[in-house]
């Protein structure tokens, strides 16, 4: 019989596991928009099937297998949550408002789990080699199933939620190729040319980094860039979205031109700050967000490279 200490630490680790990824699943759209390292949809949706299949093996496979299985996997969250930590990046592991730190500590417990339950595992009766490749074909067979389905699953609801909606949950990578979603403001639509180029930039207020674009599009503006190029600056408040035609700013500008996009009761999109968007013809053609966006600003011809980044 398998000694009562294992069964109750495998059983925990599993738990963890399973409420990380149901973690995950629920504030998918928040964490997509978060800039963080599970940003995208094939990242996140990826992340969520490995920590459902790891649960499932942890619970269900050989007591050793799993115990050695356990150590390897936290061991390897605990190297992703120190560097996250270390580099002040949003891991979204629990969520998008996961504390800094709070993995790292979570992974750290469940390794010294691990190794205080070793001598309850050795003391685990092992079968047969017929028993022992059964109980392992068994548990993988689950642990793939169940994790391969999680994963389908978290892509399915990221692409209904952008076809059942005008306006998707998140504004990153899962905006090309289709139609700019902010053309289903009326207001919107009618400064936004219906054909040729366009650059949307979506700055905050609140960011440093927005007011450094913000400069930078002041002191070179499209200088090097492709000529005839539509600009359309967004600041993105808590109140609503400032609309700006003509003008890159983080914070309204009081002309005349610029008008407010009110949420009301629908829910306001998600985006890391700064945002771009390259338009051709009203569909999006590339996106730069966070990090990678503060980066090319800095090149006076950003606005030629990110419109580069639509021709590939």
Do not use: Y
């Not at 919107?188 to 054909?195: H, I, K, L, Q, R």
């Not at 180029?197 to 674009?213: F, G, Q, T």
């Not at 003509?246 to 996009?261: I, Y």
């Amino acid at each position: 019989m398998v000694p009562s200490t294992w069964i109750v630490v495998r059983s925990l680790l599993a738990a963890v596991l399973l409420m990380s990824a149901s973690a995950k699943g629920m504030d998918a759209a928040r964490i997509l928009g978060s800039d963080g390292l599970l940003s995208s949809t094939p990242r996140l949706s990826g992340v969520i099937g490995f920590e459902v299949f790891a649960a499932v093996f942890i619970a269900l496979a050989p007591s050793r297998t799993a115990h050695r299985f356990g150590l390897l996997v936290f061991s390897g969250l605990a190297c992703v949550a120190a560097w996250a930590w270390w580099t002040q990046a949003d891991c979204g592991c629990f969520g998008s408002e996961t504390p800094q730190g709070f993995p790292l500590v979570v992974d750290l417990i469940a390794i010294g789990l691990l190794l205080a339950a070793r001598h309850s595992v050795k003391a685990c009766r092992i079968g047969g080699d017929g028993e022992f490749r059964r109980q392992v074909v068994l548990a993988l067979t689950a642990a793939v199933v169940l994790g391969g389905f999680a994963t389908v699953a978290t892509n399915w609801r990221m692409d209904a939620t952008l076809d059942e909606q005008e306006m998707p949950a998140w504004f990153g990578d899962n905006l090309v190729g289709r139609k700019m979603p902010l053309l289903h403001d009326k207001r919107f639509a009618a400064v936004m040319p219906t054909s040729g180029e366009a650059l949307i930039v979506l700055l905050r207020p609140d960011c440093e980094h927005c007011h450094e674009v913000a400069k930078s599009w002041r002191e070179f503006g499209t200088s090097g860039s492709r000529r005839g190029v539509f600009v359309v600056g967004v600041s993105v408040a808590t109140d609503g979205w400032t609309v700006m035609p003509g003008t890159v700013s983080a914070a309204p500008s009081d002309s005349e031109d610029e008008f407010k996009l009110v949420w009301g009761g629908a829910q306001e999109p998600f985006i890391a700050a700064p945002t771009f968007i390259a338009v051709r013809d009203q569909t999006v053609a590339a996106v730069v967000s966070g990090e990678d966006a503060s980066t090319l600003h800095r090149n006076a011809d950003w606005v030629e490279q990110l419109l580069s980044r639509a021709d590939e």
